[in-house]
């Protein structure tokens, strides 16, 4: 076979059912062996950029491995920041694109991006585990099942250079799947767990609290971390990253901790009551930790569990650094812990999350919630869409102003159902986030939040949407500006603020245009038929919601931390 089927035929026998693409000559060879190869599925995006955040969606949603390609040069680097994304959010992706002829390399040739030209090879290793050119058809083979194996063991995305002599060269070669227990390997350390178990069991360590990063998720140990904090009345709760780990309704749920954190949470861990914190699965970053804040470091005791031992002890060391699965360290301290000892704990734990709940809702500024203002309140938004969407819906969030919004008033009711660009936080990435999650989770409704500025940027990914098919609902947070920046200019003056407009959009009429409905929403009584009508509808549907942009997000005790962060300097 040629080495172009031999590529998307791997692909496919590895379990990746779609691949996400823009077209263009260095990957012509590649057409026939995408149309032609059962089980996969090629998806055209309207941007390299959006088949990056597609591939990356998919990957998430799927527990496996999410493809893009493109050409050479200017489509592989189209992907730099959706591929920053991923590596910054551990996301496993293949990026593949065209080369220019081996004969070509460094001779003036249109677009030439190898190694010898741009180099585009070397500028995606500062964003990638890994980024090689297939060289010669009898490397393919090794290089990849090394970028493949390096994507889904480090959660990295990588990239492969393919020049197109060697996409259309002869190869005899077989792919042998790479298997679950190279990919989530369940190791544990066990003298480090037996440790923590013990700490665990002093009687003046009893006031435990868990705080659960994505890397639960990773580790597909939900099941483990609600069987644990279960078994033990342990209060828990998550990073933004990690939103929803656990259902937020849960009576041993706290919420986020960190940036777009509840009160609950905050509350909780920056208590002086606690005993212990027990850390998994979490990088301990600036958003997932108040800004560095020290007051959650617990009075006794600090546990890190973590399968990256780099990603222990970053911030603050640990009286207990575990590196382990973070599932099957759960499930390791479930059978072996001294449960009598934890259960004699019981009493103090329910205590303390009883007083915590008492000083107020788990909401900040949760009579917002039932604002009747129009233009509408933020909050009321946000209310009014999670009452209308199924418990079973999937967010994803953009960046911006109503991320805050989305993860202070979204209430995750199913694990696994809340999907972000976290960390880097590129805006408009969210659509063709959305885009990838639906087509790996068809079974279940999907709402994309994002915001008018976003749209600006990535909105055209709802003609892709919309020529395959795809039913997403996209709720457009529509306050005509650049919000979150807005605060911040409308101190400046009327200049800055003038900077930060965003005028005479017709969002509707926009997603009419590229093949998807919509309608405007105005108040926030229409919202939950608008909904019923998005979820009938077999494409993409957007809403076109007109908030106010002068509402401050809520997150308030993060902007108090920056205050004392920058005063401190």
């Known amino acids: 076979m040629k080495v172009a089927d031999y590529l998307i035929s791997s692909l496919g026998e590895q379990g990746v059912g779609h691949i996400f693409l823009d077209l263009g000559g260095l990957n012509d060879a590649f057409m026939p062996a995408l149309t032609g190869t059962s089980g996969v599925r090629p998806i055209v995006a309207a941007f390299e950029g959006g088949a990056a955040y597609m591939a990356d969606g998919y990957a998430r949603a799927g527990g496996g491995l999410g493809v893009c390609m493109g050409i050479g040069g200017p489509g592989v680097l189209n992907m730099v920041t959706p591929l920053t994304a991923a590596m910054t959010d551990r996301t496993p992706v293949l990026a593949i694109s065209g080369e220019v002829a081996r004969s070509w390399e460094g001779m003036g040739g249109f677009q030439d991006a190898s190694g010898a030209g741009i180099d585009d090879i070397s500028a995606l290793r500062a964003v990638t585990g890994l980024s090689v050119s297939l060289s010669s058809p009898a490397v393919v083979p090794h290089h990849l099942r090394h970028a493949m194996t390096h994507a889904l063991t480090q959660r990295v995305p990588t990239h492969i250079s393919v020049p197109v002599d060697v996409q259309r060269a002869d190869i005899d070669a077989t792919w042998h799947r790479i298997g679950r227990d190279l990919v989530s390997p369940a190791i544990v350390d066990e003298r480090a767990l037996a440790n923590l178990a013990a700490a665990l069991a002093e009687p003046d360590h009893q006031r435990i609290v868990v705080l659960a990063g994505p890397g639960v998720l990773h580790a597909d140990g939900t099941a483990q971390l609600r069987a644990f904090v279960e078994r033990f009345d342990i209060p828990v709760a998550t990073t933004l990253s990690g939103k929803g780990l656990i259902e937020e309704d849960h009576p041993l749920a706290l919420g986020v901790f960190g940036y777009g954190g509840s009160r609950w949470a905050i509350d909780a861990i920056r208590s002086d009551d606690v005993d212990v914190l027990i850390v998994v699965g979490s990088g301990l970053s600036q958003r997932d930790t108040l800004q560095w804040d020290p007051a959650m470091l617990p009075s006794k005791r600090m546990a890190h569990i973590d399968p990256d031992p780099l990603r222990i002890g970053r911030t603050w060391p640990s009286e207990h650094a575990v590196v382990a699965n973070p599932a099957t360290a759960l499930a390791w301290l479930l059978e072996f812990v001294d449960a009598q000892a934890l259960d004699s704990g019981r009493a103090a734990r329910r205590a303390f999350l009883d007083t915590v709940r008492g000083r107020g809702p788990r909401h900040l500024r949760a009579e917002d919630t039932t604002s009747d203002a129009v233009p509408m309140h933020p909050a009321r938004a946000v209310s009014e869409l999670r009452a209308a969407f199924p418990d079973d819906g999937v967010l994803c969030v953009d960046s911006g102003a109503h991320r805050a919004w989305f993860a202070e008033y979204w209430d995750v009711r199913q694990p696994g159902t809340h999907y972000s660009l976290t960390n880097l936080g590129p805006m408009g990435g969210a659509i063709p986030l959305g885009i990838g999650v639906q087509l790996a989770r068809p079974q279940q409704p999907l709402l994309v939040a994002t915001g008018d500025g976003c749209m600006l940027m990535h909105g055209m990914e709802l003609h892709t949407a919309a020529r395959e098919g795809i039913p997403i609902v996209v709720a457009v947070m529509n306050n005509s500006s650049y919000g979150n920046i807005y605060y911040r200019a409308h101190a400046m003056g009327p200049g800055p603020e003038r900077l930060t407009d965003i005028?005479?959009?017709?969002?509707?009429?926009?997603?009419?245009?590229?093949?998807?409905?919509?309608?405007?929403?105005?108040?926030?009584?229409?919202?939950?038929?608008a909904v019923s009508r998005?979820?009938?509808?077999?494409?993409?549907?957007?809403?076109?919601?007109?908030?106010?942009?002068?509402?401050?997000?809520?997150?308030?005790p993060w902007r108090q931390r920056q205050r004392e962060w920058e005063d401190n300097d």
């Open 534 to 556: 998005a979820l009938a509808t077999d494409g993409p549907y957007l809403l076109d919601l007109v908030i106010d942009k002068t509402h401050p997000t809520p997150v308030g």
């Open 503 to 529: 005028a005479g959009m017709d969002w509707v009429g926009f997603a009419r245009s590229v093949g998807a409905d919509g309608e405007r929403v105005e108040e926030p009584t229409e919202i939950a038929a």
